[in-house]
């Protein structure tokens, strides 16, 4: 299993698991529009660009095209 | 149809000359075959700045910087003023700072440490740099289209001159007491004898991160490669949006009239900007684009009469934002048998003729 935090929160999820689905394990907003508007995940392959999270302090990181890795930190607003 | 003024062109030129001879209580007619601010004033950075690579580009530039800041703008016009920061890579770009301080009077000259305080993104290792406090940006497009609020654009082009006005794309005929062609680079298919040249450039706009940059940074070594008249140059050229987002440029290019990224350009315009601030390269570039300059052998733009009733104002270059207030005052000054407030001479078309 993988350790990581979502928003300050531990879980573990399994080899595999992408870091959209991990943020989906905590919590169904990944960002919010320009208007203040919630956000997630539609196509799931990159190209939507709503499953946008900061991931280790890099923003816009597309969560959908990224695999979970040990230790990472991904936060959303 | 009849109209005091016909405009052709609907950029940022236009619109200022159409808003300042309206105030006048002249009676303009605009057309374009494109949106209102669609072409080379879209493609652009609608970065307000003065420049001084000849006295007749200072006037100008300072004149209509002066102007923009007596407007008041609207807020989609996303006007701020970082001013511009002139980023020296060495000591012989150091001099040139020393020099254009002299002719700029509230300018800042920036040590490797004050540059590094201002810009804490950039490379270790410059020099230094020039911070002129006075320039704004904005976002054409809106400007255009604010400056045009009161005046009738019609979506068509001139398909021909007439000697009292024009015919136009969809049929229609105008009758003008003046026409002023105000068209950019597209101003040669109606006046072929004119030397103005599309001068080719790209553009990148990141995501949002805000606080990553705060001033319009430019090179130095801009002067080198802009104004000199090589085939293909690229120069560091970034500026903050309101939004957070980073435009990154630029390029110049003679000979290309597709508007085609050309994608060995592109990168080398944006290595050459990772070079000057590294981190730029995690960033995400959403989106790029190109357009053309109207350039002219001298670098200043035509501005003036061809005949009585046949005035142009094309070929301000990478300048149109700017000087297009300055250039509608000094074309309204002439109308008006007014003095104009800087020496019109310099931009008078018949300097080529």
Request: hydrophobic share 40%.
């Given at each position: 299993?993988?350790?990581?935090?979502?928003?300050?929160?531990?879980?573990?999820?399994?080899?595999?698991?992408?870091?959209?689905?991990?943020?989906?394990?905590?919590?169904?907003?990944?960002?919010?529009?320009?208007?203040?508007?919630?956000?997630?995940?539609?196509?799931?392959?990159?190209?939507?660009?709503?499953?946008?999270?900061?991931?280790?302090?890099?923003?816009?990181?597309?969560?959908?095209?990224?695999?979970?890795?040990?230790?990472?930190?991904?936060?959303?607003? | 149809?009849?109209?005091?003024?016909?405009?052709?062109?609907?950029?940022?030129?236009?619109?200022?000359?159409?808003?300042?001879?309206?105030?006048?209580?002249?009676?303009?007619?605009?057309?374009?075959?494109?949106?209102?601010?669609?072409?080379?004033?879209?493609?652009?950075?609608?970065?307000?700045?003065?420049?001084?690579?000849?006295?007749?580009?200072?006037?100008?530039?300072?004149?209509?910087?002066?102007?923009?800041?007596?407007?008041?703008?609207?807020?989609?016009?996303?006007?701020?003023?970082?001013?511009?920061?002139?980023?020296?890579?060495?000591?012989?770009?150091?001099?040139?700072?020393?020099?254009?301080?002299?002719?700029?009077?509230?300018?800042?000259?920036?040590?490797?440490?004050?540059?590094?305080?201002?810009?804490?993104?950039?490379?270790?290792?410059?020099?230094?740099?020039?911070?002129?406090?006075?320039?704004?940006?904005?976002?054409?497009?809106?400007?255009?289209?604010?400056?045009?609020?009161?005046?009738?654009?019609?979506?068509?082009?001139?398909?021909?001159?007439?000697?009292?006005?024009?015919?136009?794309?969809?049929?229609?005929?105008?009758?003008?007491?003046?026409?002023?062609?105000?068209?950019?680079?597209?101003?040669?298919?109606?006046?072929?004898?004119?030397?103005?040249?599309p001068r080719k450039g790209h553009l990148a706009?990141?995501?949002?991160?805000?606080?990553?940059?705060?001033?319009?940074?430019?090179?130095?070594?801009?002067?080198?490669?802009?104004?000199?008249?090589?085939?293909?140059?690229?120069?560091?050229?970034?500026?903050?949006?309101?939004?957070?987002?980073?435009?990154?440029?630029?390029?110049?290019?003679?000979?290309?009239?597709?508007p085609d990224i050309r994608p060995e350009l592109?990168?080398?315009?944006?290595?050459?900007?990772?070079?000057?601030?590294?981190?730029?390269?995690?960033?995400?570039?959403?989106?790029?684009?190109?357009?053309?300059?109207?350039?002219?052998?001298?670098?200043?733009?035509?501005?003036?009469?061809?005949?009585?009733?046949?005035?142009?104002?094309?070929?301000?270059?990478?300048?149109?934002?700017?000087?297009?207030?300055?250039?509608?005052?000094?074309?309204?000054?002439?109308?008006?048998?007014?003095?104009?407030?800087?020496?019109?001479?310099?931009?008078?078309?018949d300097r080529f003729a």
């Amino acid at each position: 299993m993988i350790p990581l935090t979502v928003n300050g929160q531990p879980l573990t999820v399994p080899p595999g698991t992408t870091v959209a689905a991990a943020v989906m394990r905590v919590q169904p907003a990944f960002r919010r529009s320009v208007t203040g508007e919630s956000r997630g995940p539609l196509c799931g392959m990159g190209i939507c660009m709503e499953c946008r999270v900061t991931l280790n302090g890099h923003p816009h990181e597309r969560s959908c095209q990224l695999l979970c890795a040990p230790g990472m930190e991904i936060t959303t607003p | 149809m009849t109209t005091d003024v016909l405009i052709a062109g609907a950029g940022i030129v236009g619109a200022a000359i159409a808003a300042a001879f309206r105030a006048e209580g002249g009676k303009c007619l605009v057309v374009d075959p494109d949106l209102v601010g669609g072409g080379a004033t879209a493609a652009g950075m609608g970065h307000v700045v003065v420049m001084d690579d000849s006295p007749a580009q200072l006037a100008l530039t300072e004149y209509s910087r002066r102007l923009w800041d007596n407007l008041d703008l609207p807020p989609n016009v996303e006007r701020e003023h970082r001013g511009t920061l002139w980023v020296a890579a060495d000591a012989e770009e150091m001099a040139e700072v020393a020099r254009k301080h002299a002719l700029f009077p509230s300018s800042e000259i920036l040590d490797e440490r004050a540059l590094y305080a201002a810009e804490p993104e950039l490379r270790p290792g410059l020099a230094g740099g020039l911070l002129v406090p006075g320039d704004s940006v904005l976002y054409a497009p809106c400007a255009a289209a604010w400056l045009l609020r009161l005046t009738p654009v019609r979506y068509a082009a001139i398909a021909e001159l007439t000697p009292d006005g024009a015919r136009l794309s969809d049929g229609a005929t105008v009758s003008a007491g003046l026409t002023i062609l105000a068209c950019g680079a597209g101003i040669t298919r109606l006046l072929p004898q004119l030397p103005i040249k599309p001068r080719k450039g790209h553009l990148a706009i990141t995501d949002r991160y805000p606080g990553f940059l705060h001033h319009q940074l430019v090179e130095l070594g801009y002067l080198k490669s802009a104004h000199g008249h090589s085939a293909e140059s690229v120069a560091f050229n970034v500026q903050p949006r309101s939004t957070g987002q980073i435009l990154i440029g630029s390029s110049r290019q003679y000979g290309d009239e597709s508007p085609d990224i050309r994608p060995e350009l592109l990168s080398r315009m944006l290595r050459r900007a990772v070079d000057y601030m590294p981190r730029l390269k995690d960033l995400q570039v959403i989106r790029t684009w190109t357009g053309f300059r109207a350039a002219t052998p001298d670098s200043l733009p035509l501005i003036g009469p061809v005949t009585d009733r046949l005035w142009v104002a094309a070929g301000h270059e990478g300048l149109g934002i700017t000087t297009s207030l300055g250039t509608a005052a000094l074309l309204l000054d002439r109308l008006l048998g007014d003095p104009p407030a800087i020496p019109p001479e310099p931009y008078l078309p018949d300097r080529f003729a």
